[in-house]
């Protein structure tokens, strides 16, 4: 039997009497990550035999308007890179990219 490979990524949430996040922790030990705090996480996984994309998003209590537009901007992007590496596409890749751009601008995150 040949010996697995396995890594772990785990994601705590701790909650206030409401349920609501009140502070998200991570820690990905093989990738240099023993504990970080973090505001928001998004995670998708696809399910092939459904054909579906699942998600977990959370964000803390305290994040305010301004860290989410930022987080969603840099996360369009990382979307993007990842895209691109993954299809090839160039054409759809700038596509994309040029939203990103525009979801900056109208944002005010960036300048024009």
């Known amino acids: 039997m040949a010996n ?8 705590n949430v701790e909650l206030d009497e ?3 996040p009140e ?3 991570w820690a990905a030990v093989e990738g240099g990550v023993e504990l970080e705090s973090a ?3 998004m995670l998708s996984v696809w399910n092939s035999d459904e054909r579906a994309t699942k998600c977990i998003e959370l ?3 305290d994040m305010s308007v ?3 537009k930022i987080f969603f901007h840099q996360t369009l992007l990382s979307m993007t890179e ?3 590496r993954a299809t090839g596409d160039e054409k759809m890749s700038a596509t994309m990219q040029d939203f990103c751009d525009y979801f900056a601008e109208k ?3 960036k300048a024009k």
């Open 4 to 11: 697995k490979n396995t890594s772990e990524i785990k994601i």
């Open 18 to 20: 409401n349920r609501v």
């Open 23 to 25: 502070k998200l922790s």
């Open 39 to 41: 505001k928001a996480f």
């Open 59 to 61: 964000w803390t209590k």
């Open 66 to 68: 301004d860290e989410m």
């Open 82 to 84: 990842t895209f691109q």
């Open 107 to 109: 944002l005010e995150l």
